[in-house]
Structure formats: C-alpha cells, structure tokens
C-alpha cells in the first residue's frame, strides 16, 4: 500500500464518482462538507458498471467453483485496493475508434454475410458483436431481432441472448447464459472470449482471470494481454508483472502490457519503476491510459508541473477523459493555480454534474486552509446542482 501525504491521500482516495450517487441538496450543503466521507468499497460480485476509480477486493470464489491455477486464486483475507484513477483502459477501446474506421469494420463484416453463401449466421453473430462494441445497442437490437425470425441453433439463439443482455447491461443474465452455454460446449472460444468480457464489466477480475487462461489453452496463449490485465486488476501484482511481461515480448507493439506492468509497480509502491514503464509505454504509442497513468504517478511524487503536462496530453487524445480532466484540475490546485482549476473543474462539472463532489473537496481543502480562493469554489458548487 503506497504511502501517501494528506494532499494525494484527500485526492486519491475521493476521487471515485460513485461516491456521488447520494447528491445533497444546496440547502444542507454546509453539512455535507464537513461530514464528506469515502464510501464502503464495492464487492466485485455487484453488478455496476465500472467506474474511472473503483475500490477493488479480490473476488473470492463460490463454492465448488473451478480453479484452474494456483496464481490466480485470491488471498482469503480482504482489503481495501489503493484508490488510483488509473487501473482500466477506458478511452482506447472500440468505442473509442474514429467514427470513419468504426464504419469501415462494420460494412467489411456486413459484405462478409452478403459473399457468404452458407452459414451466413456466424458472420452476423460477430456483426452483433460489433455492434455491442460500438456501443450501437439499436442496431444490435435488430440485428438481434431479424435474426430470431430465422432458424438458429440453441448455441448461436443463446450466444445472441447473451450479447443483448451485455448491451443492457444485465450482467448476472449474461453470465447465467453463457455459463449455461459452456458446459456443453467448454472449447466455444467466442462464448468463453464474451463470458470473460462481462466479468470484466463486473469487476469478478478472478473469474476474468480464470476465462482467460482457459482461451490461452485452447488458443495457444493468444490471449496473454488480456490474462495480464485481469491479473492485475485482481490486485495479483508479482503475477500480473510476470504474464504482462510475457505479453509485451508477444506484443512488442502494444503498448498496454507495459502500462499494467506500471500498474502493478505502482500498487507495490515502487513509483520509480512505476514511472520508467508509463514513460516506456507511452514512447511507443500514446494512449489516454499511459498519459493518465504517467500523470497520476508524477502527481504522487508531488511534480504537478509534469503531472498537468501529461493529463493535458490525456485530453488531447481524448476529450471526454473524465479522469484526466479532473486529475489536471487538482494538479493545479495543488500548483495553487485557482484560475486553471476552477476552470477545469467547471469543464468536468458539464462533462458530468456528480463530479460536483471533488469541487466540495477542493473547497473543503481550500477553506481549512483559510484561503480567500474558496468563495470562487463555493460558487460552482452551486451552479453545478452541489
């Protein structure tokens, strides 16, 4: 557990924005600052999407449950994970994609099915799989729905089940389907691939871990990234390091191996380390999840001139980083730059109104330290519904 001061303790451990489900209204709003506590971590069997900080505790698992080795089983004891904004690749997925090359995948699937004169099923079962990664959910509802109104096999009928409640973000429906799924049909590489995606989602980063070593024994270790990250977000730190590095010799050009190489030094504490691998992954592609990383761990060391010059970087790649606009707006806080911060902090305000709680803790910090800046805070407060 790293070591922080009481500046990177108030940030670091705040900065969840599920925190802010229960919103106080303005006119208990002196109360609320001076009874501002951190929430009761999330066990990760809760289904909830995930958030851009989320407090993690090894999933344990169920009874009679398989474990398929020895480096992937939990501590039985539970803890609370160190509170970083930087443990998920968030902004660098599908999704995420230009929308030129996001219609590029789609029509080469859609001509795919059109030159395909048998078994066309398989094509557009991996189209509505796009389409769930896009975040298209109309179009994968009917894509959903005209293939329904045609002959499917119980394996495909229920794998498309599967996808739609992934798109509606009923996890425990989608996990009962595709465990259902694979007890017929354990060496179904699609359905064990979108099995270990929805733990993810679920934050069950054991079970995740488990679905992956399982693809890698059937694919020949074609899943090693995906194996390190899992370990690693399941707080298994020595052994995400080994299996990332593995990934990174068999991905020499991904960056994200060496990121969560970063990550698991960084939750030991070995910030040095933590900072040559961000800097490392970053030389080789720029990502919003290396920057922000690389910015995080300069903002633990106290350098918030290089912590501000990479969450600026973060943005630039992507706008809608919601972390790393909140990271820079307490990076200048903390250079007691109050124009640049409470400019960023209104930034994050419309990017998303529950981010109203970091204002109320960088107003909280501002006023025990008496300093004049604070009634500027207090006033966003408000304009943000704070």
Known sequence: MLKLNLSAFIFFLYFNLSYAQDKPAPTVLKEALTTVKPATPTPPATPVAPTAAPAISP????????????V??????????YQSICRTNDHDLVADYSEELKEKR????????INTEKNSIKIE???????LDQDKDAELKSLATDLKKRKLSKLDNEFLNALVAFSENNLISAITILSQLLVDNEANVEALKLLAEVY?????????????ED????TKNSYLLEFCQAIVLNSLNADGEKFCLQAATQYPNNPFPIIFIGISQRERGDLRRAILSFKKAVALKSTEMGHTCLAEAYFLKENYDLAIEQ??????????????????????????????SLATFKRACKMNSKTVIEIRKAFKELNLEKNPEDKNFIKLIEACGG
Do not use: C, H, M
Request: aromatic share 12%; no cysteine.
């Open 59 to 70: 999933a344990v698992p169920e009874a009679g449950a398989s474990q398929t080795s020895p």
């Open 72 to 81: 992937l089983e939990p501590s039985a004891a539970k803890y609370e994970e």
């Open 106 to 113: 789609i029509k080469l699937l859609k001509d795919k099915v």
């Open 125 to 131: 079962l991996r189209l509505a799989k796009e389409y």
């Open 200 to 212: 993810i989602a679920d934050d069950n980063y054991f079970e995740a871990s488990a679905a992956y």
């Open 215 to 218: 693809l890698n024994k059937l």
């Open 311 to 340: 969450f600026k970087k973060s943005i630039e790649l992507s706008q809608y980083s919601q972390r790393a606009v909140l990271g820079l707006a307490w990076a200048y806080l903390k250079k007691k730059n109050y124009t640049d």
